[in-house]
């Protein structure tokens, strides 16, 4: 590889707020906050809003918008019975 022209890959602590689920992982993140983890290690802090654990998605809590009537229905629904001009 090329000196100098890579950025920085290391591993990094990623942090769910809404749940408190931690990960690490390796990434070119750039963070100012450090986190000490279980096994000693001080590696860079990157809060996230959702993951994996927090995700409707993935939770299983997510909503269908087909058992609610789906597109198609709803659109014969607001137009189908309209008289043709």
Not at 50 to 63: C, I, M, R, W
């Amino acid at each position: 590889m090329k000196e100098g022209i890579h950025p920085k890959y290391h591993d990094i602590c990623f942090v769910d707020l809404s749940s408190g689920f931690k990960f690490v992982t390796r990434s070119c993140a750039n963070t100012k906050e450090t986190i000490k983890i279980d096994d000693g290690r001080e590696l860079p802090l990157y809060k996230l809003d959702t993951s994996s654990e927090s995700h409707p998605f993935y939770t299983g809590t997510q909503k269908s918008l087909d058992t609610m009537g789906g597109r198609v229905e709803r659109f014969r629904n607001r137009f189908g019975k309209k008289a043709a001009k």
